[in-house]
């Protein structure tokens, strides 16, 4: 199956800082990308569709200027969490989007844990 | 906006026994989706559901989706340590490109 990859798995960084986490479609090009915030035992939560060569669409609640996402390329999107804070430490997935004649699939990355001190 | 619906939230099952976990949409879906997570891993495609009515089954695992496209199950038969996880539903609405995640059921399976 196609696969997704993230970096880095997981950062620990200080309260005001800015962390950028990049997500890649490593064997398909992907036109959509998600990115996803799972706080612990929880869903995950819708953040922004990413869509190449365009401003990503954030969900209602996600401050844009907070997380920036940048989709430069087929199979690079990005995310920065800007003057991070702690409330801001979660775990954030990304997924790429495969649409076909017969499905319409989303693969995962492994995730970016963020530890906000 | 649409909803997805999942319960149980939590199911322990002594192994050996089977588990189902339901997803309810508020709307009626275009496809559903389902998704195993393990502990401290992400979330891996297991199957889609398109037709009213279809049911799917990957060995002891069987995927149904409703008549009306607005409800889904997953139900594992004869569970074993190896089905430990969350397992997630999400749903994607007619004329909608965007997954909605359901809650989530996490799966303890007692030895």
């Known amino acids: 199956g196609a696969v997704v990859s993230q970096h880095p798995s997981w950062v620990i960084c200080k309260s005001g800082t800015s962390v950028k986490i990049e997500c890649r479609s490593l064997?398909?090009?992907?036109?959509?990308m998600f990115w996803y915030r799972q706080f612990p035992k929880q869903s995950l939560m819708l953040m922004a569709t990413?869509?190449?060569?365009?401003?990503?669409?954030?969900e209602q609640g996600v401050e844009k200027d907070k997380f920036l996402i940048n989709h430069a390329s087929l199979t690079l999107s990005t995310l920065t969490v800007t003057s991070a804070h702690p409330e801001d430490s979660s775990f954030y997935i990304c997924?790429?989007?495969?649409?076909?004649?017969?499905?319409?699939?989303?693969?995962f990355g492994p995730g970016t844990r963020l530890t906000v001190l | 906006g649409q909803q997805v619906m999942q319960i149980p939230q939590y199911q322990h099952v002594q192994e050996g026994e089977d588990f189902t976990t339901y997803c309810n949409s508020s709307t009626t879906l275009s496809n559903i989706q389902w998704y195993k997570q393990r502990p401290g891993g992400h979330p891996v495609f297991l199957i889609q559901l398109v037709k009213s009515g279809e049911v799917k089954k990957q060995k002891r695992l069987t995927f149904q989706f409703g008549e009306a496209k607005k409800n889904s199950s997953l139900h594992i038969t004869a569970t074993q340590t190896t089905d430990v996880g969350t397992y997630f539903c999400a749903g994607i609405g007619a004329g909608s490109y965007q997954l909605t995640f359901g809650k989530g059921t996490k799966l303890s399976v007692i030895p």
């Open positions: 997924s790429a989007r495969v649409v076909t004649l017969k499905s319409n699939e989303q693969f």
């Open positions: 990413s869509n190449e060569g365009s401003k990503a669409t954030y």
């Open positions: 064997d398909f090009q992907a036109t959509t």
